[in-house]
């Protein structure tokens, strides 16, 4: 194993009882290095999403507490390079051996990596508020 993946494999968070027997290989990837990713991501994609609410005249801020959610899937659907800017930032802390898993299942990837993005976003919106007072 190369020096850089053993560091980046080193610097994740373990999360532990998240893999199952059963699990297909998609959600072994999802549970052994999406997650841990995000969650070492995760003061980094707050301050980003606070950064785009800013840049769009923190509508987020404005709307209902039951449209917030909608909006935010909004934001992935609409917003492709936004997407791709998120997409890369979780891409890029990938081991070697993760990426050719990646490289193989690029889209069903991509999807959970958006799924997890969205369910993190939503989970935290009291957090984003408290960035941007």
Same mark, same amino acid.
């Given at each position: 194993m190369t020096e850089r993946n053993q560091l980046i494999l080193s610097l994740r968070p373990e999360i532990p009882g998240l893999t199952g027997t059963e699990s297909s290989?998609? =959600?072994i990837f999802q549970?052994?290095?999406l997650r841990p990713i995000l969650k070492f991501q995760n003061e980094l994609l707050l301050q980003v999403f606070s950064h785009y609410f800013a840049q769009h005249k923190n509508a987020f801020f404005l709307l209902p507490e039951k449209k917030k959610g909608a909006y935010i899937q909004e !934001? %992935? /659907?609409?917003d492709h390079k936004f997407t791709l800017f998120l997409k890369g930032l979780i891409t890029g802390l990938f081991s070697t051996e993760e990426y050719l %898993?990646?490289? =193989?299942n690029t889209a069903s990837v991509n999807k959970r990596i958006v799924l997890l993005l969205m369910? &993190?976003? &939503?989970? /935290?919106?009291? !957090?984003?508020?408290?960035?941007?007072?």
């Open positions: 290989p998609e =959600e549970n052994q290095t !934001i %992935f /659907q609409k %898993f990646y490289a =193989e369910e &993190r976003i &939503r989970s /935290q919106k009291e !957090i984003l508020i408290q960035k941007t007072v």
